[in-house]
């Protein structure tokens, strides 16, 4: 009796289960007549291709550069070496880009961080910790710009100190001059009154100590009466020049104190005056370069101080606005404008990463065929540009295909990529192929513009000769084991990606983020879970 009560309720489970069925198959799947086709979100890869017709040539040596500038670290190769595709040539110093790279991570790691809690929602708690987080960058804030007041103001009573020192030390170097002049003007006066060589030399000093101390005086006194600092400094130049012309012609009257016809005529005590006027203006001389040493110094020691503190204000406003936005999406929780933000955020600072991965990957120049090195054309530790040919390279393959690239499509092509070669005289035949150089010439044929791409044989080929048609595909981008759809099943609608998504029984259209498009399937980035269904198309 048990067992024949299972089987009913298994019979009439099955009924139900199937009646469910023609049920959301009539009303959901089959709409007046219209059957949808569905396709499943499945991990695949995707390929974006490139055709084109070009011609058959007789292979011809290129030159392979970086595609950034840098500083050559290592070239492996030598001029003759035999390379096989993809064989390390060169390589450029990347320290920086690691550096770049590693911050670059930590600011996604920061932005997915922010992402995750924003999502999470926030608590009274962390509100109030955020509040106060506000408050406390506040007040580093006031801190910081208290402290650029100080220091601008130290600054400033450091340099006019300086400036002060200055002119007390200028006082003092005329005074020095003033002394030697009279010194000079007395032992001229009461012992080279005479005309002859001696005489004549030590007059014309005597007077050239006088043109000194008058100008050094003019100077000094303009720096006193408006002690601008540019006056000051001017008054220093020329109170310098001054000592210097003053102590040579103290050195040549001194000289012409031992001159024979004077040697027993100048006392010694006048000679020894003359030593001291020497030292005095010696020391003045020093004193005036340590001026103007002690106000480069103020200016150059004040300028990095403020530009610390300036540093410092500037940290603890980017900290302030921060915090700010942080208590502010805290208090509006999970908004689609704050999730849009930071979305926007984590895309940035995911391009950032990727585009310091593909610097340091391009930072390794690799043969793109198998061929012959025939001139090495820079050393290491030289920096290259973008258009510096580093290596010349000829490939081994005999022949090469050229073709044009339409302006829309180049932008997709890059040098490495696979090609598939098909010539028309070998029907049953792909060949395979690499692209190795692109023209950055354009070519105008018909009014539209194309580049010039040329690509090398993998493998040899018998019976092919120049001139033969060469239809050709080009790789240029390949993703694997990524989330695929159907491209058929994006729509572009008000500028999101949309699809249409059966679940539950029933139609529902979902914004999508789509990554690469291939020729078959597009890449699903975020929007779509792995074996949800999609609208491929209807069947009437």
């Keep these: 009796m048990i067992k024949m009560l299972s089987k009913k309720i298994i019979i009439i489970t099955v009924i139900i289960v199937i ?19 569905l396709e499943k979100a499945a991990i695949g890869t995707v390929i974006k291709e490139i055709s084109e017709t070009g011609t058959v040539k007789i292979s011809e040596g290129t030159e392979l550069g970086f595609k950034n500038s840098g500083r050559i670290e290592k070239i492996y190769v030598k001029v003759g070496d035999i390379v096989e595709a993809e064989q390390e040539l060169a390589k450029l110093n990347t320290s920086q880009l690691y550096i770049e790279l590693t911050e670059a991570q930590a600011v996604l790691e920061v932005a997915q961080a922010d992402y995750n809690k924003l999502l999470a929602g926030s608590s009274s708690e962390e509100i109030k910790i955020a509040e106060t987080e506000v408050l406390n960058t506040q007040v580093t804030l006031e801190n910081a710009q208290q402290n650029l007041e100080d220091v601008e103001a130290d600054a ?10 200055a002119l007390d030390t200028l006082d003092d170097s005329y005074l020095k001059i003033y002394n030697a002049y009279n010194i000079a003007k007395n032992i001229q006066r009461d012992y080279f009154t005479a005309s002859d060589q001696e005489g004549r030399s030590v007059t014309e000093n005597k007077d050239k100590i006088k043109s000194a101390m008058d100008e050094a005086k003019s100077y000094i006194n303009d720096a006193k009466a408006d002690s601008q600092d540019e006056k000051i400094d001017l008054a220093l130049q020329k109170t310098e020049e001054a000592l210097e012309d003053t102590q040579e012609a103290l050195e ?14 100048v006392p010694s005590a006048d000679k020894t005056s003359l030593d001291n006027q020497k030292t005095y203006i010696n020391t003045a001389h020093t004193n005036v370069v340590s001026a103007q040493q002690a106000i480069s110094t103020a200016k150059v020691t004040n300028e990095a101080n403020i530009n610390t503190a300036e540093a410092q204000v500037s940290t603890a406003e980017a ?37 310091l991965w593909s610097q340091i990957q391009d930072a390794v120049l690799r043969s793109h ?10 050393r290491e530790g030289e920096m290259t540009q973008p258009t510096d040919s580093v290596i010349s390279f000829l490939p081994t393959a005999p022949f090469q295909v050229e073709v044009d690239i ?6 997709d092509v890059k040098v490495s990529n696979l090609v598939k070669i098909a010539i028309p005289a070998f029907p049953d035949e792909v060949l395979g192929g690499r692209v190795i150089s692109i023209d950055p010439a354009e070519k105008l044929i018909g009014g539209v513009v194309y580049y010039e791409v040329t690509i090398s044989f993998e493998e040899e080929k018998e019976g092919i000769k120049p001139g033969m048609t060469a239809d050709i595909i080009i790789e240029s981008e390949r993703k694997e084991n990524v989330l695929v759809i159907p491209k058929g099943t994006v729509e572009k609608i008000d500028g999101k990606k949309m699809v249409q998504v059966f679940k539950n029984g029933k139609i529902e259209e979902r914004e999508i983020e789509i990554g690469l498009e291939g020729d078959d399937f597009i890449e699903v980035i975020s929007g779509l879970e792995e074996g949800e269904e999609v609208v491929v198309g209807r069947n009437l």
Excluded at 19 to 37: N, S
Excluded at 324 to 349: F, H, M, R, S, V
Excluded at 369 to 378: D, E, F, L, P, S
Excluded at 406 to 411: A, F, K, N, P
């Design 19 to 37: 009646i469910l069925g023609f049920v959301v198959y009539w009303f959901f799947i089959k709409e007046d007549g219209v059957e949808f086709v």
């Design 319 to 355: 900290k302030l606005q921060k915090a700010q936005d942080q208590l502010a999406l805290k208090k509006a929780g999970p908004t689609k404008e704050n999730i849009d933000l930071y979305q926007a955020k984590i895309k940035q600072a995911q391009a950032k990463v990727s585009l």
């Design 406 to 411: 339409y302006e829309e499509d180049i932008v």
């Design 156 to 165: 400033e009573e450091d340099l006019k100190q300086a400036y002060e020192d």
């Design 369 to 378: 065929t198998n061929g012959q090195v025939t001139g090495v054309n820079k």
């Design 252 to 265: 040549v009257i001194r000289n012409m104190t031992e001159e024979v016809s004077y040697r027993n005529t």
